[in-house]
């Protein structure tokens, strides 16, 4: 176990590299807000989704974002520019170019 440290929300921890997480899970502040952006999901439409959280934890991780926004947007700016890194890096997969050589993508 990596250690943490506590913060004034008593859901969220911050591991060694403090990055918020919710406290008895592996799930990063973070990966909850992308839920909220990408989908609009509600609170309680991500305690349906992610029934592992309860809705104390979820309240406790939206409040965490609020307070630290700035911080979790950039964080969350960060990590697309690098899965887009990776993406452009990787290249075409092979089965994406023979679909497309055979005219069907």
Sequence with gaps: MTPSTTTEYKHILLDDRQVPFIKGTSMKVVELVTSVQ?????????HFQYPHLNMSQI??????????????????????????????????????KRLRYEGLI
């Design 59 to 96: 309240y406790s991780a939206l409040a965490y974002y609020w307070e630290h926004k700035a911080e979790i947007d950039a964080d969350m700016k960060r990590r697309f520019e690098y899965s887009e890194k990776l993406r452009k890096d990787a290249g075409e997969s092979t089965l994406a």
């Design 38 to 46: 990408a989908y609009g999901w509600s609170p309680e439409e991500l």
